[in-house]
């Protein structure tokens, strides 16, 4: 059973940095069977798509957030990353990890880690 | 602004039939998926491609596509299926993703 788990700072100040990981197990992320991503959800609100990664290392991300973000795996710890730079409160959410067997479905969820972006 | 547009809530009485729709011009391209989201939980993919659910999902979630809208159908809804519901799919672009607004299901 594939599980995923996020970790990383509940608080981050304006202009800063969020940088968020999500640790894989029941299955190898480099494995080309699965994609990966991450979700985000303001308080309050709908979910929005950031970004997915590719076995092949191929990223995509949301026009939105793409000059600002960056997702990346590490196969020796079978983990997937998020690195969000310049930070608004614009950007407090939870932030979901997620992985699929095919694109563009998300078959397996993190519980979520909410991220609140304050001085 | 989200390129799939969903009505924000939807009711229905108890064992009725209830159905979500999800539109947007992606759609006459690709399928759209499901999600169901309860409070402070993850969302559960519930439906995907052209009438898939995922194992676990009951039998009475089923999809449908016309044109340029996706539909979610509930026959005979319970107390339980009471959540947010998202539609998901491909953007214009077909690289990208985008989910829609969500839809607040409420069962009377």
């Known amino acids: 059973q594939l599980q995923l788990q996020e970790s990383g700072p509940g608080l981050v100040k304006p202009s800063e940095t969020l940088s968020l990981t999500c640790t894989v197990s029941g299955a190898s992320i480099s494995s080309y069977t699965y994609y990966w991503g991450w979700v985000r959800q303001p308080p309050g609100k709908g979910l929005d798509w950031i970004g997915s990664i590719f076995y092949n290392g191929k990223t995509y991300y949301s026009p939105s957030l793409q000059s600002r973000v960056t997702i990346s795996v590490d196969t020796s710890k079978n983990q997937l990353s998020l690195r969000l730079n310049s930070v608004t409160a614009a950007d407090t959410a939870v932030y979901f990890c997620a992985g699929g067997k095919s694109n563009p479905d998300f078959d397996y969820w993190g519980q979520g880690t909410l991220v609140t972006v304050s001085s | ?108």
């Open chain 2, 1 to 108: 602004s989200s390129e799939l547009t969903q009505d924000p809530a939807v009711s229905v009485a108890l064992g009725q039939t209830v159905r979500i729709t999800c539109q947007g011009d992606s759609l006459r391209t690709y399928y759209a998926s499901w999600y169901q989201q309860e409070p402070g939980q993850a969302p559960v993919l519930v439906l995907y491609g052209k009438n898939n659910r995922p194992s676990g999902i009951p039998g009475r979630f089923s999809g449908s596509s016309s044109g340029d809208t996706a539909s979610l159908t509930i026959s005979g809804a319970q107390a339980e299926d009471e959540a947010d519901y998202y539609c998901h799919s491909r953007d214009s672009s077909g690289n990208r993703l985008v989910f829609g607004g969500g839809t607040k299901l409420t069962v009377l």
